[in-house]
Nanobody
Framework: QVQLVESGGGLVQAGGSLRLSCAAS????????MGWFRQAPGKEREFVAR????????DYADSAKGRFTISRDNTKNTVYLQMSSLKPEDTATYYC????????????WGQGTQVTVSS
């Protein structure tokens, strides 16, 4: 069983930055792709970014391109989301998730961390 714990959320002014972290339990973290998602009140959860197991390939939602950077440290079983130039519309609960190739989906999710961007 994998456990994911996000941290780093908070309140920030528009234009500011935050770095989210997601710590994973288990010895096989480095074999899994990871993703970040977000969900704003009244909206569906949406994809933000993903990274391959080795950290050499990333992908972003259009809303995140140029402002967010996903990275990982497999020695620390941690994936990060560096967010800059934050906008009020980035306000949401952010979740990290672990992708299992075996099932073809994100099977494990963290509890989420709240990001609030004030105008």
């Amino acid at each position: 069983q994998v456990q994911l714990v996000e941290s780093g959320g908070g309140l920030v002014q528009a234009g500011g930055s935050l770095r989210l972290s997601c710590a994973a339990s288990g010895r096989t973290f480095s074999t899994y792709a990871m993703g970040w998602f977000r969900q704003a009140p009244g909206k569906e959860r949406e994809f933000v970014a993903r990274i391959n197991p080795s950290g050499t390939s990333t992908d972003y939602a259009d809303s995140a391109k140029g402002r967010f950077t996903i990275s990982r440290d497999n020695t620390k079983n941690t994936v990060y989301l560096q967010m800059s130039s934050l906008k009020p519309e980035d306000t949401a609960t952010y979740y990290c998730a672990l992708y299992r190739t075996f099932t073809g989906r994100y099977d494990y999710w963290g509890q989420g961390t709240q990001v609030t961007v004030s105008s």
